[in-house]
């Protein structure tokens, strides 16, 4: 007969270890193959059965959460690397919004998930979006500020801008200038011109 304390922790262990596998496979998958996988194929090359897969993970959108979180981490660190090191900030603007556009791209077709996060509370990567949406409101708030950003351009339009360059830049017509020439084109409608403030385009 098994210690009841023993058992508990070996089942905890037990569940840690699955988690992280399937993470890893997971990590994989979407690498090879974009976030638009099956997640039953998942579970297969992970060696477990769908049940397993759903207990950890419920839906496409907490496992693509799941592993998000270390790559959170590292874009909290650059956060914190540039408003250590930059004292423009507009520049300190532009290069959080390139950090962001790179963790946009860790797999493909992700920008459309977080896109979609924006609209569905229950999301579990929603509270990462609107996390991420109040870090580029305090960096384009210091750029108003300054008068180096237009006054009517909101963080949460930032974000979509910046899902929406990552996206093109995973389509097919998109080429290894692609991603400088958009995100030059972003900040361009963004930035304070050096002659003046520009008003706001017409709707």
Same mark, same amino acid.
């Given at each position: 007969m098994g210690v009841p304390g023993v058992e508990g922790r070996r089942s905890r /262990?037990?569940?840690q270890r699955n988690r992280t596998h399937i993470l890893e496979v997971a990590e994989e998958f979407f690498a090879e193959r974009g976030i638009t996988g099956s997640m039953d194929a998942i579970a297969k090359r992970a060696g477990v059965g769908p049940g397993t897969l759903y207990r950890h993970f419920p839906n496409r959108e907490a496992l693509i959460a799941a592993l998000l979180r270390a790559r959170? $981490?590292?874009l909290d660190a650059r !956060?914190? /690397?540039i408003q250590g090191?930059? @004292?423009? #900030? #507009? @520049?300190? =603007? +532009? %290069?959080?919004? $390139? /950090? =962001? &556009?790179?963790? +946009?791209?860790?797999f493909d077709g992700l920008p459309e998930p977080l896109r979609a996060a924006l609209t569905e509370d229950t999301s579990p990567l929603a509270i990462t979006c609107q996390g991420f949406i109040s870090v580029t409101e305090e960096f384009l708030l210091a750029a108003q500020r300054d008068?180096?950003? %237009? &006054?009517?351009? !909101? *963080?949460r339009d930032l974000f979509l801008s910046t899902l929406a360059t990552a996206w093109a830049c995973g389509a097919a017509m998109a080429d290894e200038s692609s991603?400088? *020439? =958009?995100? *030059?084109l972003m900040r361009s409608g963004w930035e304070t011109p050096a002659g003046g403030r520009r008003g706001m385009p017409d709707a």
């Open positions: /262990a037990d569940k959170d $981490e590292e !956060r914190l /690397a090191d930059e @004292t423009d #900030s #507009s @520049t300190a =603007l +532009a %290069q959080w919004l $390139e /950090a =962001l &556009s790179e963790w +946009a791209t860790a008068g180096g950003a %237009q &006054s009517w351009v !909101r *963080a991603h400088g *020439a =958009l995100n *030059a």
